[in-house]
């Protein structure tokens, strides 16, 4: 009964470095968003997925992008880090519909970058 | 745009005592999900409770109870019998098609 994923749940990047997030779950859930926690702001929506090969921006997208290629996994890209996407990064998935629970949640992912 | 507030960044209360978190939100849309969501400092995000707009009655799990007024998109959580476990950051989400978004968040406290 894993549920939702996140690899890896922390790291330290260098300014400019770039790297890949990964969130997997095992719900077989259409849905599956990506946000980040900064303090006093709550948790933003960066990207996310109604479904598989479909991605689309949410609040705060800029210096990232996502892929969808399985149902299962929701990859989140940084290109070329920078200090401002120092934060605590969460991976969510969900179902809507009839009887409908609410969203299942990694464990987070903090990155550092200096 | 959907946003939701929640004004009260910080609460306090006595274990045992009752205490009420406020949320508002704004949207055009009639039919739409609320949650409370708990974050306690391990970082892992629990739901609570969870209100169908379209449903009149207030929902209720256990100790947590909300007010919902659609009129004026208010929804409140009520935590009764507080206790020293209910520590942590209380977050109000709202949901219509796709998007859950998320307010700011108010941290509680509760004293022994």
Known sequence: NAGVTQTPKFRVLKTGQSMTLLCAQDMNHEYMYWYR????M????????????????????????????????????LESAAPSQTSVYFCASGQTGTGYHGYTFGSGTRLTVV | AQTVTQSQPEMSVQE?????????????????????????????????????AYKQQNATENRFSVNFQKAAKSFSLKISDSQLGDAAMYFCAYMDTDKLIFGTGTRLQVFP
Request: aromatic share 12%; hydrophobic share 30%.
């Open chain 1, 37 to 40: 926690q900064d303090p006093g």
């Open chain 2, 16 to 52: 045992a005592e009752t205490v009420t978190l406020s949320c508002t939100y704004d949207t055009s849309e009639s039919d739409y999900y609320l949650f409370w969501y708990k974050q306690p400092p391990s970082r892992q995000m629990i739901l609570v409770i969870r209100q169908e």
């Open chain 1, 42 to 77: 709550g948790l933003r929506l960066i990207h996310y997925s109604v479904g598989e090969g479909t991605t689309a921006k949410g609040e705060v997208p800029d210096g990232y992008n996502v892929s969808r290629l399985k149902k299962q996994n929701f990859l989140l890209g």
